[in-house]
Nanobody
Framework: QVHLVESGGGLVQAGGSLRLSCTVFGRTSGTATMAMGWFRQAPGQEREFVAAIRWSGGDTNYADSVKGRFAISKDNAKMTVYLQMNTLKPEDTAVYYC??????????????????WGQGTQVTVSS
């Protein structure tokens, strides 16, 4: 029913920037209440919350480790969510995943909340 197409990963030096994109296809209703999230997973680590945004109202939530460096945004016409990543650090190296849920709620930081996931894209930051 919902298909997420993710892109934008790559290799950058510390201090550089990348922008990830995630486009939603197949949604027929519920856009106003949709929650979109970004998560990341490094080798041997658990999947970690990065950022989330609500389609209606633009509410956002960020992990402390990325606040002030990363920015989540959306383009309603393109049905696309972006993660602008600036001042990247080697610690940001991970596979990044976008996720979608039909509702924005208090638990947007919890991976288990989300029903749909992108394929993941590798972000590597060299020192």
């Amino acid at each position: 029913q919902v298909h997420l197409v993710e892109s934008g990963g790559g290799l950058v030096q510390a201090g550089g920037s990348l922008r990830l994109s995630c486009t939603v296809f197949g949604r027929t209703s519920g856009t106003a209440t949709m929650a979109m999230g970004w998560f990341r997973q490094a080798p041997g680590q658990e999947r970690e919350f990065v950022a989330a945004i609500r389609w209606s109202g633009g509410d956002t939530n960020y992990a402390d480790s990325v606040k002030g460096r990363f920015a989540i945004s959306k383009d309603n016409a393109k049905m696309t969510v972006y993660l602008q990543m600036n001042t990247l650090k080697p610690e940001d190296t991970a596979v990044y995943y976008c996720a979608a849920d039909r509702n924005w709620s208090w638990d947007v930081r919890t991976a288990g909340k989300y029903d749909y996931w992108g394929q993941g894209t590798q972000v590597t930051v060299s020192s």
